[in-house]
């Protein structure tokens, strides 16, 4: 991982341990606490029923998420940028190009596990990866493209600033070791989502890719790249799942 600003105390070696250890439940719970706050603005996705703003224009549900979605990344990003990391969002077309690709290798390996988990659903619990099936009812109303727009891009950059930028960073101050601080932040990153055992594995694998890609680019943005194109192909499947086109 790269240098940090972050300090360890320099006491005898049992308390920068303790120091280490209390660090490293906490960053294991931030993981997992940083999902509810990543959803705030998805708060806008919904018809708000059984409130004065149940009638609201769709143009207020879409301002609401929009002014949310800014804050969060507005939070993220300034939090981000306190560890130290180098601020770099540039990417190349070849990368961009290879980012895609990633993408649609982490669905195939998703839908993979999963086409498995059902030949073997003693074994398995089935999750939603594959059709993102949780979106399916949002899309037959009048939020369809404010959930499209959620779930392909706005998600995947606030996720990757979280888990790849932050979660991820602090793992590798703590543990001292690349491979294992990716493998902790995919992880956490796929328990966060709570889907299914062959799910979540295909969750973890675009984790550990876009871990890879993190440290070999130095920067979020092929991450982030491969996130929405992996979430894209999902609303796509829900989009044909609503049309009859796949069942």
């Not at 961009?96 to 993979?112: E, K, M, P, Q, R």
């Not at 989502?193 to 295909?202: F, I, N």
């Not at 876009?210 to 943005?221: V, Y």
């Amino acid at each position: 991982m790269r240098q940090s600003v972050v300090q360890y105390p320099r006491e005898r070696g049992g308390d920068v341990m303790l120091y280490k250890g209390f660090r490293f439940i906490g960053t294991a719970i931030l993981a997992l606490v940083l999902p509810l706050f990543i959803a705030m603005p998805l708060l806008a996705d919904m018809a708000w029923e059984g409130t004065k703003l149940s009638s609201c224009p769709v143009s207020i549900h879409w301002a609401a998420y929009l002014i949310g979605f800014i804050l969060v990344f507005l939070i993220l990003k300034w939090w981000y940028s306190r560890f130290g990391r180098r601020n770099n969002w540039n990417i190349s077309v070849r990368w961009i190009l290879l980012s895609i690709l990633f993408g649609v290798i982490a669905y195939a390996v998703s839908t993979g596990l999963l086409l498995i988990s059902s030949k073997y659903p003693t074994l398995f619990h089935q999750g939603d990866t594959v059709t993102g099936s949780s979106n399916i009812p949002l899309l037959h109303g009048r939020f369809k493209w404010l959930t499209l727009i959620a779930a392909s891009i706005g998600s995947p950059i606030l996720e990757e600033i979280a888990f790849r930028g932050i979660v991820l960073t602090q793992f590798g101050e703590l543990l001292n070791n690349r491979i294992l601080a990716a493998v902790m932040a995919s992880l956490l990153f796929a328990i966060a989502h709570m889907t299914g055992v062959a799910a979540s594995a295909g969750i973890f694998f675009m984790g550990m890719v876009n871990a890879a890609l993190d440290e070999r680019c130095e920067s979020l943005t092929p991450g982030i790249m491969v996130h929405i194109t992996y979430n894209t192909i999902i609303s796509a499947s829900a989009v044909m799942t609503v049309s009859g086109l796949l069942k």
